[in-house]
T-cell receptor, first 112, second 108 residues
Framework: DAGVIQSPRHEVTEMGQEVTLRCKPI?????LFWYRQTMMRGLELLIY????????DSGMPEDRFSAKMPNASFSTLKIQPSEPRDSAVYFC??????????FGPGTRLTVT | RKEVEQDPGPFNVPEGATVAFNCTYS??????FFWYRQDCRKEPKLLMS???SGNEDGRFTAQLNRASQYISLLIRDSKLSDSATYLC?????????FGSGTKLNVKP
């Protein structure tokens, strides 16, 4: 069974550009989470979905960040415009009924 | 006060040692508990769930103390490959909290 798939694995972009991160959860999982991890702030929950519906987006840093889940097998996290302080590793995770979460390999984002 | 707190370490131990980490949580309504392992530059991976009665998986033992509101992870006969950061997770209805992690270094 394939795990959580994220793309791209690495993204380098210039300040002001739009960045779109993609995630395919494990089939049959009804929860999807987006996290950001930095050395300074650790692992932060940005938003999570249940059955494709955003439930809690209180961790989204500001209006430059948006997330969508158009169907059960795909989600995106978009940053527009990107800033250097957005540089981090972004993880997507999925779970069944909100219990054990399984993480994707992450997208390492560098904004110059 | 943070929802979940962990000693950041690092814990530096020799091979073969027994080491234990604790993770305290603030909300008595917390329902489910987990330990994750994260290697450098990798994603967190589920190590084990923590059940009320305690559970064991090989060299690893997890326990839950609801009265004192903490979970623990015990690693026996530690190996070099156990070197990693260990994260605890505490779930409430609709809420998911990760600790900041405890770093373990196992030395030869």
């Amino acid at each position: 069974d394939a795990g959580v798939i994220q793309s791209p694995r690495h993204e380098v972009t210039e300040m002001g550009q739009e960045v779109t991160l993609r995630c395919k959860p494990i089939s049959g999982h009804d929860y999807l989470f987006w996290y950001r991890q930095t050395m300074m702030r650790g692992l932060e929950l940005l938003i999570y979905f249940n059955n494709n519906v955003p439930i809690d987006d209180s961790g989204m840093p500001e209006d430059r960040f948006s997330a969508k889940m158009p169907n059960a097998s795909f989600s995106t996290l978009k940053i527009q415009p990107s800033e250097p302080r957005d540089s981090a590793v972004y993880f997507c995770a999925s779970s069944r009924q909100g219990y054990e979460q399984y993480f994707g390999p992450g997208t390492r984002l560098t904004v110059t | 006060r943070k929802e979940v707190e962990q000693d950041p370490g690092p814990f530096n131990v020799p091979e073969g040692a027994t080491v234990a980490f604790n993770c305290t949580y603030s909300n008595s309504a917390s329902q489910s508990f987990f330990w994750y392992r994260q290697d450098c530059r990798k994603e967190p991976k589920l190590l084990m769930s923590v059940y009320s009665s305690g559970n064991e998986d090989g060299r690893f033992t997890a326990q839950l103390n609801r009265a004192s509101q903490y979970i623990s992870l015990l690693i026996r006969d530690s190996k070099l490959s156990d070197s990693a950061t260990y994260l605890c997770v505490v779930n409430l209805p609709g809420k998911f909290y990760f600790g900041s992690g405890t770093k373990l270094n196992v030395k030869p």
